[in-house]
């Protein structure tokens, strides 16, 4: 009976576990992140930051398509939950990092960015480390991801060579202001939420 019930236990979770790799959702985000590789390299290699800022921007404007293929058609998975926030945060910093080494951006705009990804990182960790509930993302938080999200792809095509580059600078610049005010608000907001999930953590 003893092995009986073990095999019942076992053999279902693998199976969810597999079903659970191989999904849309999981496929976009791996592609998403795949992408990444070829922007460095049209930035880089190729000089080509009108078509590096076409590529980013549409990595970028993809960020809501795995979630809602998820919540749509029944496809949430544990890995995607892991999956997703890593692609999102990878194709932000590796691009904001390549953009700033390129000089397409101010380096003081990229740090700003930067320190405020890595304060809320930071605080992340070490809520999961005492033990907090899990925080769900704010309003403002997607509000300024989306943001940032295009005002540096924008920066990045005003500062290449096409006739037109005045106007995505300019639009580069409308985006990532607000943006980048809104990302400290929300980082703002973390602290009680912050405070609240480690009180709900300790109390399970």
């Given amino acids: 009976m003893d092995d009986m019930h073990e095999s019942d236990q076992v053999e279902p979770h693998l199976g969810v576990f597999n079903d659970r790799i191989f999904t849309v959702p999981n496929l976009i985000s791996l592609l998403r992140l795949a992408c990444i590789p070829f922007f460095l390299w049209l930035l880089f290699s190729a000089d080509d930051r009108w078509a590096a800022a076409w590529l980013w921007g549409a990595i970028g404007a993809t960020d809501w398509v795995d979630g809602w293929w998820a919540r749509t058609f029944d496809a949430v998975s544990e890995l995607g939950k892991i999956l997703d ?120």
Avoid: H
Avoid at 156 to 183: H, T
Avoid at 188 to 200: E, F, K, V
């Fill in 85 to 204: 926030p890593v692609t999102d945060r990878a194709v932000l910093i590796v691009g904001i990092l390549a953009v700033g080494v390129d000089g397409a951006v101010p380096w003081a705009l990229v740090i700003l960015t930067l320190s405020r990804e890595l304060l809320v990182t930071l605080a992340g960790l070490a809520l999961a480390a005492l033990g907090a509930a899990r925080i769900d993302v704010t309003w403002w938080g997607k509000c300024a991801t989306f943001g940032l999200y295009f005002a540096f792809p924008l920066l990045l095509a005003g500062a290449s060579e096409v006739i037109v580059a005045d106007w995505f600078w300019w639009a580069g610049w409308i985006c990532a202001v607000p943006s980048l005010v809104y990302s400290y608000l929300s980082a703002a907001q973390y602290i009680p939420l912050g405070l609240a999930a480690l009180r709900r953590g300790r109390s399970i």
